[in-house]
Structure formats: C-alpha cells, structure tokens
C-alpha cells in the first residue's frame, strides 16, 4: 500500500512573511487602458468567445459563454471597443485565446449604485443560476465552477458547508483581507450560499494566526449567524480542502473522491463574496483582490484589480520592482508559477503576485542526490511516498507510478519545500502526471 497511516496528520511550516501586508486595507487599482482577458480561467472546456474584433461592449457584458457543464462564462471587465482576439501566454504555463478591449466608454457597474436584489425570497434554483451566469469559480486557486459545485446530483446529501478562510500559502492576505474589510459581505455571501445547499451547518475555517479576523468575524456572527469560527492549527497545507474537512469535521474523504461525498461541500472565503456581489448586486466575476507582495516591490499592497490587467501595471502600481527582485510569481510561493513575461493578466484565479529576492526564493541546486531521509514523506499530507514517485518518473515508469498513487498528488509542494537535497520533486511529479494522463488515454484508445 502507497499510503502512509497519517492522513491529515503531516505537512510543513514554512516562514509566513504575512506581515508585509496583513494589515494593509483593500484598495481599489487602477483601471487598465487595455484588458487581455483569457477564456481559459477556470477547470473545465474554455469559454467559447462570443464577440468580434470592432465590437463595442460594455463593463461586465458576456464576452465568452460558458461551453460544456464543466465551463464558465467570461465578461468583459472594462467597458471598450475590442481590438484583438489573441493567443496569449498565461499564468499557468500554457497559451488561451484571450478578448482584448481598449477602454472607452462609461463605466456601468463600477462607482455606480446598483439596485440590490432581496435573495431571501429567491429559489433555490434561481440563485445558483445567477451564480452561474455571473460566472464565479473558486477563488482559491482551483477556479472549479462554483454552480456546479452548489448544483447536488440526486441521491446525494450535502449537510455541512465549509468555508475556506486558512489561507495557509505563505506571502498571501487577500482573503485575511475580505475578512476584516469586507466581512458583512462574506457572511451575507455564506448565508446565501446556506439557502441554495439547504443545510444547517456552516464552518469557517481560519488558521490560529489570524488573531484579529477571528475576532472580528465573531464579532459580526453575535447573536445574528449561527456560523461556528473554528480557528485551526497553522502548518501547510492546512487550506487543502480534503486537510480541512477532517480537521473541521473529522470526516475523512476517500481517495479520488469530492467531499460531497461525506455530505460536505468546501467554498473560499474570497468566492462567497463574489456570490454576494452577484446575487445581490447582480455583479459578474470581472474583478478580484490580489495581495502583490514580497520583498522584491516596493510597496506591497492588497489590490481589487479588474481581470485582464496586466502584472506589470499592477507592479507599477506598488512603486516597482527593487533592483535585488530574482522571480515573479503569479499565486503562492508553494504552489504558484513563476512567470516569464509581465504583460500576463491577472485572472479569476490569480491570487497573488510575488515579487522575490534570493533570501525569500532560495538557491535551486540542479542535481540533487535522494539520501533516503524521508522528510518527504513525513511531510506529505496525502500519504504518500514522495521519493518513491520521484524515481519511478525519472526511470519513466508511469505505469508503477500510477499504482503507487501519482494523480493522488495535490501538487502543494510540501516534499520540495522539505527536501534537503533540493530536489524539485513536486515539479517533476506534474510532469510525470502529463505523461501518466498521455498513458492513460492511449491505453483507452488501444
């Protein structure tokens, strides 16, 4: 057996470096003069583009329509002309076609009062369809449609609704943030989120270091929700959704399993806002905070910045990059991306920007050689065995490594991070994964 017996047990703790921005309140950012805004920004089919290049569109109209069960629809986040259908390189490696818009014309949504939707007396039905044409996904990096999420098949039973408030990756405050500038916000979004899974039962899970957010939140749940504040341990990857239903409730998901299916479902802090801001607001996914960050800006800043602007404006925005910075990366440190060209967007599921000098990045040492200690496997929060995946990919057998449990990989980097040798286990665990999923679909094919 692959798995180790400590499940949810292990993980690691690495230096914070949440004071950089922890206490620095959302600001607005500036709007950009052009939006480059990917089809591809959430699992599932790409959006299918619905506009042409010379049409005028209007903040917050659909640009690209959901195509599939598993897709979402995109909306333009500035109003203007479009001026270019793209192939642009995005955050994740990988290239998208993306809507350009060059802003002109007035604002709807933006600065503007809206008329605000009463969502108590509203279907069930009715507010998972606005979630859905708003086009929320989840906010924590896994950009899973959020409708499909809060849509239950029949025959199942959720009972429990858990928030995700741990925010474990270091460098990262946006959804510290919410919490204490917009908490009203995020336990009106909950509570709608309640009404449309029609369960009792709602947690907000937060790490221990989080002193004033936990403070604040029962402040605002006194004697009006019912939710429970449940202040955890703080250690990585306690924000891994699978970590934070056993450690909330005790229940264990199984393997390749939703927690759906333990009566549970898991939603970010930052995307019950945005279900606040569509159904009441009846205000799309166009924009998102950001904590830009690290020791390599000069002015780390949380920022609400439209989808589509390029990182670099927002690196503008902050005063600019010191001369030590040595990467830029899109996310978090442990699971984020590094980044090559600063004219890429920031999307829905763009986290954070990090702007590293060599005493936060660390030195790569090409060349590693496993001397057997074990850290990663201790470290290893899924149970699994790390090293053994590490030289099955290097001697290319994908086969045996799909039997010891390699897509069971939630890729966190925790084995990296632990690693004396410094090898790059987790990055070369994704790409032992593409050539496995290769493998699998041959072996379909044949």
Same mark, same amino acid.
């Given at each position: 057996m692959f798995f180790t017996k400590s499940f949810g047990l292990n993980g690691?703790?690495?230096?914070?470096?949440?004071?950089?921005?922890?206490?620095?309140?959302?600001?607005?950012?500036?709007?950009?003069?052009?939006?480059?805004?990917?089809?591809?920004?959430?699992?599932?089919?790409?959006?299918?583009?619905?506009v042409e290049v010379g049409d005028q569109v209007e903040e917050g109209q659909v640009i690209a329509e959901q195509d599939g069960f598993i897709s979402s629809s995109i909306h333009a986040s500035i109003p203007g002309k479009v001026v270019g259908i793209e192939d642009i390189y995005i955050s994740l490696g990988r290239k998208s076609k993306a809507v350009v818009i060059e802003l002109s014309g007035e604002f709807s949504q933006s600065g503007k009062n809206q008329q605000l939707q009463d969502w108590r007396s509203m279907a069930k039905s009715d507010i998972i369809e606005r979630i859905k044409n708003a086009g929320i996904v989840g906010l924590g990096g896994a950009t899973f449609p959020t409708y499909v999420k809060l849509s239950i098949p029949e025959g199942k039973k959720v009972d429990t609704l858990l928030i995700n408030a741990a925010e474990c990756e270091p460098f990262l405050t946006c959804d510290h943030r919410i919490i204490l500038d917009k908490g009203q916000d995020l336990l009106e979004g909950i509570s709608i989120v309640k009404k449309a899974l029609d369960v009792q039962d709602v947690f907000i899970g937060l790490e221990n270091n989080k002193k004033d957010a936990i403070k604040h939140l029962k402040a605002l749940c006194n004697n009006r929700y019912d939710f429970k504040i449940v202040p955890l341990k703080v250690k990585y990857p306690q924000g891994d959704e699978k970590q934070l239903v056993k450690a909330i409730t005790g229940r264990i998901v199984p393997v390749e399993?939703?927690?759906?299916?333990?009566? !549970?479902?898991? #939603?970010? +802090?930052?995307?019950?806002?945005? /279900?606040?801001?569509?159904?009441?607001?009846?205000?799309?996914? !166009?924009?998102? #905070?950001? +904590?830009?960050?690290?020791?390599? /800006?000069?002015e780390p800043k949380n920022l609400k910045v439209k989808v589509g602007t390029p990182i670099g404006d927002v690196i503008e925005e902050c005063g600019g990059l010191k001369d030590n910075v040595l990467k830029i990366v899109i996310g978090g440190p442990m699971m984020g991306f590094a980044q090559m060209d600063l004219s890429t967007p920031v999307m829905k599921g763009t986290s954070g920007i990090l702007c590293l000098t060599k005493e936060e990045y660390g030195e790569y040492v090409s060349g590693g050689i496993c001397i057997n200690c074990g850290r990663c496997i201790h470290a290893c929060s899924f149970g699994l065995m790390p090293t053994h995946l590490n030289r099955l990919i290097e001697y290319k057998e994908f086969q045996q490594a799909l039997d010891s449990g390699l897509l069971y990989c939630k890729e966190c980097g925790a084995c990296s991070y632990s690693c004396p040798a410094k090898i790059p286990i987790v990055q070369n665990l994704k790409l032992g994964k593409d050539f496995a999923r290769k493998l699998i679909l041959n072996n379909k094919k044949g």
């Open positions: 690691v703790h690495p230096e914070g470096y949440k004071h950089l921005t922890c206490k620095k309140s959302i600001e607005s950012a500036n709007v950009p003069n052009k939006a480059y805004i990917p089809v591809s920004q959430h699992i599932g089919a790409p959006a299918k583009i619905v399993k939703l927690p759906l299916e333990v009566g !549970i479902v898991v #939603v970010n +802090t930052a995307s019950a806002v945005a /279900i606040k801001e569509a159904v009441v607001n009846q205000k799309p996914l !166009i924009d998102r #905070v950001v +904590t830009v960050t690290g020791s390599g /800006i000069n």
